[in-house]
């Protein structure tokens, strides 16, 4: 009998380790499937095929609803969707995964004389399809495994086996080729960066000469193959000073060449990164919005933070985008915004339910953060539920996981300063919240309380840290016209703390670094590479 023996192929970087015991042969196919990435895009979108496939069979044997063997997986996601239990994102994955790998599987004809098959299939494709797969990997492993942990970031899988991808860009091979060259170049950006082994400055110099050879060799033999990429890793290169530049062919007008065949935006983003290093400000930006615009998530959570709290409107329409282009902070920051908006209305159903919805959609995807919204709606028990005092230890855990566009230092510290065993940290948000604030009256509010919760520190434990001085919080306060600091003032206790000078304050100062001895030593490192 004629056995058919399974081989696992192995990658450096492999991003679904984490379903290797409960979905083995998921686990099986998404790991061919990065084996494929660098050398043959129609293998690669052929597994993620098989991949729904076997997706959509055990996912529907979870929620008990059966699936003919024979439809198509078009059929099949339509079922699926009929499913409240399956999130919209995770249809619209699906059906990413069933186009990608339509144009990848089928071959199409063209008359140029004699006919001949194109498969249509790129390195972007594949890596969009890949993401999508991860996706549905994720939901797997948290929603129907039930498994606890946080959710890993996908990485672009690297060869391990070098040896055949050499074989593979000898004989012809524009993805190998290309992967090599990026492999090279990695190697090369590791050693500047100071994250290599090699420690001897003459064998640094020497392995650096070698993969510089290689960068070269290898993006050429990628280039003269059309391999998708190449203009983008030869501005990368022609930048980063691992090629030389000649009076034509540079990194600018690589870039210029790159950005034409872009459809991901990242090329845009590099550009915009380069011409903001040169002094271009200007032109950066407006790349960095074309970028934005093509889905490049780097670029929009760029944007989102240049726009927080100046240009509302500007701030929130990235954040629409990020959430269109499944950029996973934006999930968070929506699911934040539209909370807040409701909390100024409670009256307002409308913008009760689209906050209900984005939570559901951020926990679905897992966002960065959001446990906290979970926790801060269950402490106050909004959405009919009882209200839970005792999740005050969540909110601590999961307030810095927050994307940083997020505003959420006035309503923690509303909540935190009614739990003296939380007092410290209460003090530490509300000093951010006094910065951040922009009502004034609220300001002064949290000016007032912070100094109150200063004083009972002090006669608790005799010693408080804090970014403002205690009288100078209550004075400001009172100015900002807050009536209970002046009330205070006026008060025998608040007088006598105001004249109490046994306060001892303590003003941490931080050193300057000395500029001049930094250039010498830049300098003095930059021979000693030379040599």
Known sequence: MLTMQQTTHSVSITNFEFIKSTFPELYRLANEMEYYYSTDHSCALLKARLFAEVWCHQTAQFFNLKLAKSTDLS???????????????????????????NHGVHASQEWEGSWRSVVSSSRTQVK???????????????????????QAIWQEPVLENTVSNVNL??????????????????????IKNQVSIVSNIKSKKAYNQLNKKDLEYWLSRAHS?????????????????????????????????AIKECTTGKSYFLYANYLNIIGQPKRAWIL???????????????????HYRSDDSIYNNWVKQGVEHKEIN????????????????????????????A???????????????????????????????NVVSELINNYKNLPSTVYYQT?????????????????????VAIKLEKNIKIKAQIQFEIAMLMKEELASCGKVKCSFGLKALIKESAQLGYEKAKQFLKLPVGKALMRDNSFVTHTTTFKQPNRKKQKIAKKQAKKANKK
Do not use: M
């Not at 969009?128 to 946080?150: R, W």
């Not at 890793?233 to 870039?255: H, M, P, V």
């Open 75 to 101: 059929q099949k996601i339509n079922q699926l969707k009929l499913l409240s239990t399956v999130p919209t994102y995770i249809i619209d994955e699906l059906n990413l995964i069933r186009t990608s790998t």
């Open 288 to 306: 960095c919005e074309e970028s934005a615009k093509h889905g490049h998530h780097q670029a929009i959570i760029t944007l989102q933070k240049k």
């Open 330 to 357: 934006s999930f968070t920051i929506d699911a934040a915004s539209k909370l807040e908006l409701w909390l100024i209305d409670k009256e307002d159903d409308l913008a009760k339910k689209r906050a209900r919805t």
């Open 411 to 431: 309503r923690l510290f509303s909540i935190l300063k009614e739990h003296t065993e939380h007092r410290v940290t209460a003090i530490e948000i509300g000093c």
């Open 169 to 190: 860009a000898l004989n012809g091979c524009p993805q190998a080729n290309l992967a090599i060259a990026e492999q090279a170049y990695s190697q090369l950006l590791s």
């Open 128 to 150: 969009q399809t890949l993401k999508a797969i991860f996706e549905l990997a994720q939901f797997s492993y948290f929603n129907l495994a039930n498994e606890l942990g946080e």
């Open 359 to 389: 939570l559901i959609t951020a926990q679905a995807t897992q966002a960065p953060g959001y446990q906290y919204l979970k926790a801060f709606c269950d402490y106050f028990g909004y959405w009919g539920k009882t209200p839970k005092l």
């Open 225 to 257: 193959l059309n391999a998708s990429g190449t203009w983008q890793l030869y501005a990368q290169a022609y930048e980063q000073k691992f090629l030389e530049e000649s009076k034509t062919i540079n990194a600018e007008y690589c870039y210029k060449q």
